[in-house]
T-cell receptor, first 115, second 115 residues
Framework: DTGVSQDPRHKITKRGQNVTFRCDPI?????LYWYRQTLGQGPEFLTY????????KSRLLSDRFSAERPKGSFSTLEIQRTEQGDSAMYLC?????????????FGSGTQLSVL | AQSVTQLGSHVSVSEGALVLLRCNYS??????LFWYVQYPNQGLQLLLK??????LVKGINGFEAEFKKSETSFHLTKPSAHMSDAAEYFC?????????????FGQGTELSVKP
C-alpha cells in the first residue's frame, strides 16, 4: 500500500478565513477517520466515514467544521471562520472494516496555524 | 465513558536500560487496548494491540505490554532501550472489537534515551 496521504502538510491562515484539508486513504480501506491533536495531547476523535457515509461525529466538531467523502475514496475537512483555538495537527487515518484487522493507518497530518 | 491515563508526560532512560511506560484505562466493558508510537514528522504507527487473547502481547521493535484487568493497566515495556526508541508513545482504548474503529487516546509519553 502507498499509505495515507494528507495535503497540505502545513497551513498558515488568518483568523476568520476558511481552510480545507484533503486526505487520501489506503485505496482498499472503506473506513476513514479524522482526529485532531494539540501540543502535548493525544489525538482526539472528530469523525469517521464508512465509504461515503459519515457515521459518527464528535461533539468537538462544531458547526464550523464539515467533512465529506463524496465517492468513498478521498475525504476533505473544511473549517470555516477559523479561530486561533483551531490551531492543531489534523490527522487522518484509514482501515478496512473487513476481517479481524482493526489496525488504523495514520497519515502524517496537516499542521494548521491560525494567526 | 472510556478513558486512558498515561502516567508521566516525559520519561528519560539511558541506552540499554529498561523502558517502562505506564497506561491505565477506564472502560465499562472489556476493552481493546493499543500502543502507538509517533516519530517526529511521521504518522502514528501501531506497536502492539490487546484484543482479549493472551494477556502478554508482543509488538514490534522488542516492545511488549501486559494486560492486567485487576489493575486496569496496560503498561508498555522494553528490556533494553535503544537510541532509536526516542519518540512519543500513545496508549489507546477501543470499546468494541471491529466496530467503528474509533480509538480514545491518552495524552502521550515522550521517551528520551540518553547515550
Amino acid at each position: 500500500d502507498t499509505g495515507v496521504s494528507q495535503d497540505p502538510r502545513h497551513k498558515i491562515t488568518k483568523r476568520g478565513q476558511n481552510v480545507t484539508f484533503r486526505c487520501d486513504p489506503i485505496s482498499e480501506h472503506n473506513r476513514l477517520y479524522w482526529y485532531r491533536q494539540t501540543l502535548g495531547q493525544g489525538p482526539e476523535f472528530l469523525t469517521y466515514f464508512q465509504n461515503e457515509a459519515q457515521l459518527e461525529k464528535s461533539r468537538l466538531l462544531s458547526d464550523r467544521f464539515s467533512a465529506e467523502r463524496p465517492k468513498g475514496s478521498f475525504s476533505t475537512l473544511e473549517i470555516q471562520r477559523t479561530e486561533q483555538g483551531d490551531s492543531a495537527m489534523y490527522l487522518c487515518a484509514s482501515r478496512s472494516s473487513w476481517g479481524s484487522n482493526e489496525k488504523l493507518f495514520f497519515g502524517s497530518g496537516t499542521q494548521l496555524s491560525v494567526l | 465513558a472510556q478513558s486512558v491515563t498515561q502516567l508521566g508526560s516525559h520519561v528519560s532512560v539511558s541506552e540499554g536500560a529498561l523502558v517502562l511506560l505506564r497506561c491505565n484505562y477506564s472502560s465499562s466493558v472489556p476493552p481493546y487496548l493499543f500502543w502507538y508510537v509517533q516519530y517526529p514528522n511521521q504518522g502514528l504507527q501501531l506497536l502492539l494491540k490487546y484484543t482479549s487473547a493472551a494477556t502478554l502481547v508482543k509488538g514490534i521493535n522488542g516492545f511488549e505490554a501486559e494486560f492486567k484487568k485487576s489493575e486496569t493497566s496496560f503498561h508498555l515495556t522494553k528490556p533494553s532501550a535503544h537510541m532509536s526508541d526516542a519518540a512519543e508513545y500513545f496508549c489507546a482504548v477501543s470499546e468494541f472489537y471491529n466496530q467503528g474503529g474509533k480509538l480514545i487516546f491518552g495524552q502521550g509519553t515522550e521517551l528520551s534515551v540518553k547515550p
